[in-house]
């Protein structure tokens, strides 16, 4: 990521990003994942896309690995940890943050958004892509005004006892575990990304979860020979959590 930190936003609420980001702030009705791709080759590693919205925390950030296609795709999970990570720092003590392999995200059961990932049309498997986007949606607040069990499995932060949390304050912890993260990676490898981002994916007990060099998910059960495997980019390919007519999580 760069050095420097370049902001581009208007007189609206304050964003302070560690040093590696440059900020782009979007009108409410932007797409920062779609704009995050669109402008990730001339902008760079470390140009975070946020679109200022009321009921969401929607944002994208650019990435530019080092390795082959077929394992660069493994920032997946680094994103979805500090995502994830991101979410734990606000929470109340009681809520549990898990993730639906590979992209969805839930507080208690309720499903609160997830994460997408983009990369050039034109990449090769077997080289670098020139950069790689990893996208964001949290749903902040309950836009709908049906009554509460109306969609039992779908939920937001303001549901669930974050208080004042807003998209700021989400995209501002997402940015300081992202560091984390991939500082975490450089310095001990994926291992311990995978052993973080597996330990809150719900399984089934006598299950093993492992993910491979490509990304892909392992399961094993205990005692038997046979790995079904679940590859990440045909689910990287239909985000489970989206609903492409909503412009957002699903109800």
């Known amino acids: 990521m760069p050095s420097t930190s370049t902001t581009h936003v208007s007189l609206a609420q304050p964003i302070h990003l560690p040093p590696p980001f440059t900020l782009v702030r979007l009108r ?52 979805m940890v500090a995502l994830t990570d991101a979410l734990r720092a606000y929470a109340p003590p009681n809520k549990i943050v898990t993730i639906d392999w590979p992209d969805a995200v ?36 309950a836009m709908t005004d049906q009554g509460p069990g109306v969609h039992p499995l779908v939920s937001a932060l303001d549901q669930e006892g974050f208080g004042e949390v807003g998209a700021v304050q989400v ?15 450089r310095v001990d490898g994926f291992e311990h990304i995978a052993r973080d981002y597996l330990g809150r994916v719900p399984r089934e007990r006598q299950r093993l979860l492992r993910i491979d060099d490509h990304g892909d998910l392992l399961t094993r059960r205990v005692g038997a020979d046979r790995i079904e495997r679940r590859g990440l980019v045909k689910a990287l390919g239909t985000p489970g959590w989206f609903d492409l007519k909503l412009g957002g999580p699903r109800l």
């Open 106 to 141: 839930r507080i208690d059961g309720g499903l609160v958004g997830g994460g997408r990932m983009g990369w050039p049309s034109s990449a090769r498997e077997d080289g670098p892509p020139a950069w790689l986007v990893f996208g964001a949606m949290i749903r902040t607040v």
């Open 171 to 185: 995209m501002e912890s997402f940015a300081r575990h992202l560091m984390r993260t991939l500082d975490c990676w």
């Open 28 to 79: 409410e009705r932007g797409d920062a994942f779609a704009h995050a791709c669109r402008i990730a080759r001339e902008s760079g590693a470390g140009t975070l896309v946020y679109v200022g919205r009321f009921d969401l925390a929607e944002f994208a950030v650019v990435l530019e690995p080092g390795e082959p296609l077929r394992s660069a795709r493994r920032a997946f999970y680094a994103g």
